[in-house]
């Protein structure tokens, strides 16, 4: 590509710039024009083409490097969550709820609030941080709202309790009727209903809150000012709520250059509320001939997804053995394994990207298979299909998707909030927990992220991914093994490049090298000479993203 080389508009210099090129050099300038990086290299041959109209950035010795790309964030969903009553989503993560109590409590504020019939939404807790270690109960959300719908999520998004009133949204009305949903979705003890409603039943049923598409457009612009402050300059949507967040997510990032949600998106084709939802969407994609990535550079339609099980936190995953902390605890299986090949081979053979969450080695398994029989008749390695998390896994699965080029998208980061619950649920199966080192090693193209609002973004989900390491965790629980060790370089890489390439976009992204887009972000400091353990305390001084600085710290 030809560039006017005549003067830069923007000239880093002074840094120690991580360009996660191929050789991952380490360099001291970058220079910018419009919205493309022009000049990488040191800083006396910069100052040849700087003028007085140049921005100068003294780094100062900071890193620069390229923007975070998140391929599994939740932008509207993480929106829609706030400490305020009034918020779509009441935030009871551990910040703002440390106690069933305190939980209660929001509860009876909301219906204070409320209109009699007005669904009361939360998401967050986490049982085993708080001082109950349980569940609320059923008897304890209708004594609190027994007018109201509550829908009580838990911090993984896969288990959730409901009161009675919500349960009559599902003609549930006593444990009898918990007979019309499958198997032990609709939880039943001793004779009597839990409020507990697992799997595809609880995502058809938190389709009946109302998130109106103001209420997606606002979420969706607060994602946006953290994603930025965060470092983050592309996501790969996930999903949240089915048509009106596609629309409002294409609307945001209309406008080229004047867009207003200025971080780059690339939208899978799933909806939170369940498999019906999200097999209509991408049955109706595939069926017009569209292929995974149209669009531009500032928003693209992303794979087509399913879900296979429950959340790692929970734990509800599906796993080939038992839980170390509870034998009797089943797993949730959305799709059975004949499904998963057969709707894999149609995705395949549609020429469009598959992926689908999975979690436990039992769901990954599936996953493996499937694309292994598709690729029997119609092999297509060039697809780049991947497994979303893909957090349990072991040599031979790795092995079995480097042959395919399978990209899976892993959540590596999540550690540094609940490794000591992963040590309790998974035993030995932990060396293998989020195995970024046996992937790399095996020559899989793996990527980093976040799934905000469940697990930590930006630069904790780095620190997560190098350190395994629980921060919450008094005992300082730390999860390392060969299979899991990654350097920091390694987990930059991840962190970019292998998230541009999972969206077919390493060509103009997920690297500092001239010609490629001017996505990129200043840090607080040198993130490859300080202690690594002190990852998590670094800032974002600046990012950038398209050639204009879109957040900048202080």
Not at 116 to 122: A, C, D, Q, T, V
Request: proline share 4%; aromatic share 8%; glycine share 10%.
């Amino acid at each position: 590509m030809n560039f006017d080389f005549s003067y830069v508009d923007i000239a880093f210099k002074n840094g120690k710039v991580i360009t996660v090129n191929k050789n991952d050099d380490i360099v001291s300038a970058v220079g910018v024009k419009g919205n493309k990086i022009v000049f990488v290299g040191n800083d006396e041959d910069l100052e040849k083409i700087i003028d007085d109209k140049t921005k100068v950035i003294d780094l100062k010795g900071r890193t620069l490097m390229p923007g975070i790309i998140d391929t599994h964030f939740h932008p509207i969903l993480k929106g829609l969550i706030g400490p305020e009553i009034d918020a779509p989503m009441i935030d009871t993560y551990y910040a703002n709820c440390k106690s069933l109590a305190e939980l209660f409590d929001k509860i009876r504020e909301a219906v204070k609030i409320k209109k009699p019939g007005e669904w009361i939404s939360m998401m967050g807790y986490e049982p085993l941080l708080l001082p109950e270690k349980r569940h609320p109960t059923i008897e304890e959300l209708d004594a609190a709202a027994p007018d109201n719908p509550v829908h009580c999520n838990h911090g993984g998004g896969h288990v959730c309790v409901y009161n009675s009133k919500a349960l009559e949204y599902l003609g549930v009305y006593g444990p009898e009727d918990a007979s019309k949903w499958p198997e032990g979705e609709v939880e039943v003890i001793d004779g009597k209903l839990t409020g507990m409603v697992y799997g595809h039943t609880h995502f058809y049923l938190w389709g009946k809150v109302d998130y109106n598409e103001e209420a997606q457009v606002k979420a969706a612009m607060k994602s946006h000012q953290e994603l930025l402050e965060a470092g983050i300059t592309s996501v790969h949507d996930m999903g949240a709520c089915d048509k009106p967040s596609y629309h409002a997510m294409q609307k945001l990032c209309r406008g080229g250059r004047d867009r207003k949600f200025k971080v780059r998106i690339y939208m899978a084709l799933h909806s939170i509320f369940g498999k019906r939802y999200s097999l209509e969407d991408n049955d109706h994609f595939m069926k017009l001939g569209y292929m995974t990535g149209l669009g531009d550079e500032y928003f693209r339609v992303g794979s087509c997804k399913f879900m296979i099980d429950g959340g790692s936190g929970g734990p509800s995953c599906y796993t080939r053995e038992p839980y170390s902390h509870d034998p009797g605890l089943i797993g949730e299986k959305g799709w059975e394994r004949e499904e998963v090949a057969e709707y894999i081979k149609k995705i395949n053979d549609a020429e469009c990207q598959a992926t689908a969450h999975a979690i436990g080695d039992g769901a990954v398994e599936f996953m493996v298979e499937g694309y292994e029989k598709a690729f029997e008749t119609n092999p297509r390695p060039d697809l780049r299909h991947r497994i979303e998390h893909c957090t349990l896994v072991d040599q031979d699965l790795i092995d079995r998707m480097a042959k395919m080029n399978i990209c899976p998208s892993v959540n590596a980061g999540l550690v540094s909030r609940l490794g000591a619950n992963y040590m309790k649920f998974y035993g030995e199966r932990n060396k293998y927990l989020g195995a970024l080192r046996s992937m790399l090693d095996a020559g899989v193209m793996c990527s980093l992220h976040s799934d905000a609002p469940s697990g930590p973004w930006g630069l904790e989900c780095i620190d997560g991914a190098v350190n395994r390491y629980d921060r919450r965790d008094r005992k300082s629980t730390r999860l390392n093994s060969s299979h899991v060790k990654r350097s920091r370089m390694e987990a930059i890489r991840v962190a970019t490049y292998n998230g541009a390439y999972g969206s077919y976009e390493e060509n103009i992204k997920g690297s500092l090298e001239a010609g490629k887009l001017a996505d990129m972000i200043v840090l607080s400091d040198d993130i490859l000479s300080i202690d690594p353990m002190d990852i998590y305390k670094l800032k974002v001084d600046l990012t950038m993203i398209d050639g204009e600085v879109c957040y900048e710290r202080n």
